[in-house]
């Protein structure tokens, strides 16, 4: 199976934009949906986008849908998560999730997900 590390977060401030890596290795990285959560200290983990094996399908929750854009490169075996807008409420550490699919299948919940990456934290500054 698939092991999963994200890369990207840093520290930005509000109105920026950044773009989030997940790196695949262990493959075959194109039979894994895949999603993006991200959870902040006592809070449980939030849904942020989900995405099919071939990438041509995509979902995102209400409160980022319209800034964030999850893409995935099925060759290098990596996917994307591009926020633009960035809010404060943003600030969280991200993780990526992947997990064996049929083609057209989403995973929207978090127990869905079986492998996860050790997460990456963005921050957005007032």
């Known amino acids: 199976q698939v092991q999963l590390e994200e890369s990207g977060g840093r520290l930005v401030h509000t109105g920026g934009s950044l773009t989030l890596s997940c790196a695949a290795t262990?493959?075959?990285?194109?039979?894994?949906?895949m999603g993006w959560f991200r959870q902040v200290p006592g809070k449980e983990r939030e849904f942020v986008a989900a995405i099919t094996r071939s990438g041509g399908r995509t979902s995102y929750a209400a409160t980022v849908k319209g800034r964030i854009t999850f893409s995935r490169d099925n060759v290098k075996n990596l996917a994307y998560l591009e926020i633009n807008g960035l809010k404060p409420g943003d600030t969280a550490v991200y993780y990526c999730a992947a997990e064996l699919a049929l083609p057209e299948v989403l995973f929207l919940n978090s127990v869905d997900y079986t492998i996860w990456g050790q997460g990456t934290q963005v921050t957005v500054s007032s």
């Open positions: 262990g493959g075959p990285f194109s039979n894994y949906a």
